[in-house]
């Protein structure tokens, strides 16, 4: 029996603590200006958190109209903390009460940096009496310290680092407590954004894998976490801006060198599987070659961030930031559908029989529906002249690459989808497989993709579209296909 694999809901601890491992191994390559990995102060003991003299509301903060509520409990917190300094619940109301205030004090950033310095100083204290696994706590230090980075980046680069880098190994640490935690992935994944950021180029693809996968984990956990969406959508759309500039400094430079035509920067190789040629194809018109698979890989990802705006749209339409995303990017759908693309399908009446025969089908998903669709017409073409003089000696599976001419009786309505998760099945074809489970149909159906990227975009759209028209919420992504803005 063909099993799928759940690869981002529940993670264990010892899952999550490994992924750590991977996660941050680049994180602990060096800094801007420093060959170490970012290091974690020391923990105070509880008799140095008594006798800090730092660990007290700044007095003129008490006299500030604007937030003089925030800080009397602050202070009165503080009172509390150093009285009782092994008290967690004591100590971790102190570190909630500045980071409250802090978020007060916008206008007065060596304030508010202050008294982040000191929430951080007092989560680790307070993490400390748990152990170091107390999930809120970690969660909370790991929110101060990307907060300090914020405020410090501009004129100190190599701090905002070291405390983005402590930051994602805070948040690893929270996840590995809880790992239900939605946001806490999302956060980690703007912190791998942020650190990306700070890197060389040629390190920023493993950054933006990561962060990628983060808000992945956040919204399969949570369905309606739009921000997560949203996020997703506009990491894929930076990354693909990014290709695109330097694709054409790369064509600019082989002009001055006289060597134009062989673009230096890649992303694509000659695709591995009939399906991956299938799929460049229709991406790009089939040309051959470093530039032109760049260019197809380009023109993919915006697409594919596109999906995702979309979505945050239709789970937030009154959001002004999304409703303009929206405008700039829907050019860039498969109109009208939210994605399309080349999958390798079951050829009806044929599933589970010795004479199972896999045939790559385009596919259109909308609001509605995943179905088979007439593809593109240069594909169309090309899939009906190949029809016409099929190779000799062709099995089952020799065929899949060449685009069914006609669209085959395949669908899967939103409404019956139960669940959509990648796959594992040495006997599936090549590729990345996923697996789409159906309240009428509990074995469910197996699609297989060119890549584990395209194959995760399936899963996700598929996922979000049937939540958003459980909930009654698909008018948005509706009018989103149907109207050009």
Same mark, same amino acid.
């Given at each position: 029996?063909?099993?799928?694999? *759940?690869?981002?809901?529940?993670?264990?601890?010892? /899952?999550?603590?490994?992924?750590?491992?991977?996660? %941050?191994?680049?994180?602990?390559?060096?800094?801007?200006?420093?060959?170490?990995?970012?290091?974690?102060?020391?923990?105070?003991?509880?008799?140095?958190?008594?006798? *800090?003299?730092?660990?007290?509301?700044?007095? *003129?903060?008490?006299?500030?109209?604007?937030? #003089?509520?925030?800080?009397?409990?602050?202070?009165?917190?503080?009172?509390?903390?150093?009285? *009782?300094?092994?008290?967690?619940?004591?100590?971790?109301? &102190?570190?909630?009460?500045?980071?409250?205030?802090?978020?007060?004090?916008?206008?007065?950033?060596?304030?508010?940096?202050?008294?982040?310095?000191?929430?951080?100083?007092?989560?680790?204290?307070?993490?400390?009496?748990?152990?170091? /696994?107390?999930?809120?706590?970690? &969660?909370?230090?790991?929110?101060?310290?990307?907060?300090?980075?914020?405020?410090?980046?501009?004129?100190?680069?190599?701090?905002?680092?070291?405390?983005?880098?402590?930051?994602?190994?805070?948040?690893?640490?929270?996840?590995?407590?809880?790992?239900?935690?939605?946001?806490?992935?999302?956060?980690?994944?703007?912190?791998?954004?942020?650190?990306?950021?700070?890197?060389?180029?040629?390190?920023?693809?493993?950054?933006? /894998?990561?962060?990628?996968?983060?808000?992945?984990?956040?919204?399969?956990?949570?369905?309606?976490?739009?921000?997560?969406?949203?996020?997703?959508?506009?990491?894929? &759309?930076?990354?693909?801006?990014?290709?695109?500039?330097?694709?054409?400094?790369?064509?600019?430079?082989?002009?001055?060198?006289?060597?134009? $035509?062989?673009?230096?920067?890649?992303?694509?190789?000659?695709?591995?599987?009939?399906?991956?040629?299938?799929?460049?194809?229709?991406?790009?018109?089939?040309? $051959?070659?470093?530039?032109?698979?760049?260019?197809?890989?380009?023109?993919?990802?915006?697409?594919?961030?596109?999906?995702?705006?979309?979505?945050?749209?239709?789970?937030?339409?009154?959001?002004?930031?999304?409703?303009?995303?929206?405008?700039?990017?829907?050019?860039? %759908?498969?109109?009208? &559908?939210?994605?399309?693309?080349?999958?390798?399908?079951?050829?009806?009446?044929?599933?589970?029989?010795?004479?199972?025969?896999?045939?790559?089908?385009?596919?259109?998903?909308?609001?509605? #529906?995943?179905?088979?669709?007439?593809?593109?017409?240069?594909?169309?073409?090309?899939?009906?002249?190949?029809?016409?003089?099929?190779?000799?000696?062709?099995?089952?599976?020799?065929?899949?690459?060449?685009?069914?001419?006609?669209?085959?009786?395949?669908?899967?309505?939103?409404?019956?989808?139960?669940?959509?998760?990648?796959?594992?099945?040495?006997?599936?074809?090549? $590729?990345?497989?996923?697996?789409?489970?159906?309240?009428? /149909?509990?074995?469910?159906?197996?699609?297989?993709?060119?890549?584990?990227?395209?194959?995760?975009?399936?899963?996700?759209? %598929?996922?979000?579209?049937?939540?958003? %028209? #459980?909930?009654?919420?698909?008018?948005?992504?509706?009018?989103?296909?149907?109207?050009?803005?």
């Amino acid at each position: 029996m063909r099993i799928a694999l *759940h690869h981002s809901l529940l993670h264990s601890r010892h /899952r999550t603590m490994a992924e750590l491992a991977a996660a %941050l191994a680049a994180l602990a390559g060096t800094g801007p200006s420093s060959t170490a990995a970012a290091a974690t102060p020391k923990p105070l003991s509880p008799a140095a958190l008594g006798a *800090h003299s730092n660990w007290f509301v700044p007095p *003129h903060l008490l006299r500030l109209p604007a937030v #003089r509520a925030s800080a009397f409990a602050a202070h009165d917190c503080s009172i509390e903390a150093v009285n *009782h300094p092994q008290d967690f619940d004591r100590v971790y109301r &102190y570190g909630l009460s500045l980071q409250e205030l802090a978020s007060k004090l916008s206008a007065q950033p060596a304030d508010q940096l202050s008294l982040l310095h000191q929430a951080a100083e007092v989560y680790m204290e307070a993490s400390t009496l748990q152990g170091g /696994r107390h999930a809120a706590a970690l &969660y909370n230090w790991a929110v101060a310290l990307t907060d300090i980075a914020r405020l410090v980046r501009a004129q100190q680069p190599d701090e905002a680092y070291e405390c983005l880098t402590a930051a994602a190994s805070k948040y690893a640490q929270s996840l590995a407590a809880h790992p239900d935690n939605p946001q806490a992935c999302n956060n980690w994944g703007l912190v791998l954004q942020d650190l990306s950021a700070m890197r060389p180029a040629a390190e920023r693809g493993g950054y933006l /894998r990561h962060s990628l996968s983060k808000f992945r984990r956040a919204l399969r956990l949570r369905p309606d976490f739009d921000r997560a969406v949203y996020n997703l959508g506009t990491v894929l &759309y930076s990354h693909a801006c990014s290709l695109q500039e330097a694709l054409l400094a790369s064509q600019e430079a082989a002009e001055a060198a006289g060597t134009a $035509g062989t673009a230096r920067r890649g992303g694509g190789s000659a695709p591995g599987t009939p399906l991956a040629a299938a799929a460049a194809a229709a991406a790009g018109g089939g040309g $051959g070659g470093e530039q032109a698979a760049s260019e197809r890989a380009i023109q993919a990802t915006f697409a594919h961030a596109a999906q995702y705006i979309v979505l945050a749209y239709a789970m937030q339409p009154g959001k002004q930031v999304y409703a303009d995303s929206l405008a700039a990017v829907q050019r860039l %759908l498969p109109l009208p &559908y939210l994605r399309s693309g080349a999958l390798l399908a079951v050829r009806p009446g044929t599933e589970g029989s010795p004479a199972e025969e896999w045939v790559a089908c385009w596919f259109g998903l909308d609001s509605q #529906r995943l179905a088979a669709v007439r593809p593109p017409a240069a594909l169309a073409a090309a899939a009906a002249a190949a029809a016409s003089h099929p190779a000799a000696g062709s099995s089952s599976a020799a065929g899949a690459g060449q685009l069914a001419a006609a669209p085959l009786p395949i669908q899967v309505e939103l409404a019956d989808v139960a669940d959509a998760r990648l796959a594992a099945d040495p006997s599936l074809p090549a $590729g990345a497989a996923l697996w789409v489970s159906m309240h009428s /149909r509990p074995s469910g159906m197996y699609f297989v993709a060119p890549d584990q990227d395209d194959a995760e975009g399936w899963v996700d759209a %598929l996922l979000l579209l049937s939540h958003l %028209l #459980r909930t009654g919420d698909i008018s948005g992504v509706r009018a989103a296909l149907a109207v050009r803005r």
